[in-house]
């Protein structure tokens, strides 16, 4: 079958590999029609993606379709359409056990710690699919992005009517603001790039845009913005250190920081401001089950418009001769989708 390998860093090669076999006991095999872009991937062709080993298939935004489903699997049948939730979770850990299987003590994530989706068929555990009756194949293979916007949004707690800034109007950016909006939050994106802002704007309705320069100029615009008081909540999707460090000063007294973003690296911040102003602060990884249904109940009524969110397309077989220029911002990537059909 058609597999795309990543050999090493910046060689990707077009392969052909062994069909799986049968799926075993509570596995469906599924065939990966869409396939979506995202910021580990474009970091393992970088070679700078953590917790990464070559040659890996890459692939873990999936929309795919059920070929065939092993015994004791309810629910699923050959032609349903699914997302795949790409989080192999152990099931017996203390995190797993507490229902936290987004952060599972030896997790492994498909197309990172394990070969993914850039091939046309694929056993995963069936417990991992969620199908939708309406969805798009494209729309589906959003959904696992989407989730870790809405998954931080979650964790974070917010609030009808509170100011919460989004620093980095990237993909991850872009997944918080939709849920921060859907929360009834006043959203405000920040970033350097001005066509970002504009998108954030024009396509997602975020009503307030700082475009992000010196730290004091920031700090003022974001007085204005929220009647001198400071967001309650910021988030930081950039996973820059700089970012970061900045980012404690834009949050009110008692209001929570939320780490989206992952910076690969110890990190240090002033306690006693951190402690003069009783702030929380928040990690957050990946996403739960629990969004995946939630994210496709919202796209099903509507309530999440996915439409602004493709910007890019390839077939499968171009694929590695197209992304390379992907990784260029100048291009105005937001998300790229690979078309395996």
Known sequence: MRTIILNEPGKFERIETDA???????????????????????????????FFTYPRILGHELGVEVVAVGDGVEGLRPGDRCVVEPYLNCGVCIAC??????????????????????????????????KSETLSLEQLALVETLGIGAHAVQRSQAEKGEFALVIGAGPIGLAVMQFALAAGTQVIAMDVNTRRLEFCQKQMGVPMLVHAGDDETNANRLRELTNGDMPTIVFDATGHPDSMAKAFRYVAPGG??????????????????????????????????????????????ETIDTTPWIT??????????????????????????????
């Open 20 to 50: 799986p076999g049968e799926p075993n006991v509570g596995e469906a095999t599924v065939r990966v029609r869409r396939i979506g872009i995202c910021g580990t991937d474009l970091h393992a062709f970088w070679g700078n993606q953590p």
């Open 97 to 130: 056990h507490r229902g936290k299987t987004n952060c599972c003590a030896s997790l492994k994530v498909l197309g990172v710690h394990t070969d993914g989706g850039m091939r046309e068929l694929i056993n995963v555990p069936a417990i991992k699919l969620h």
């Open 256 to 301: 929570k920081f939320v780490f989206v973003g992952l910076y690969q690296g110890d990190y240090t911040f002033n306690d006693p401001d951190f402690h003069r102003r009783e702030l929380t602060l928040l990690a957050t990884r990946n996403s739960t089950p629990q969004d995946f249904r939630n994210i496709i109940a919202l796209m099903e009524h």
């Open 312 to 341: 890019h397309r390839a077939a499968f077989d171009e694929m590695p001769d197209q992304f390379p220029s992907w990784l260029n911002a100048e291009t105005g990537v937001i998300k790229a989708v690979i078309d395996c059909d």
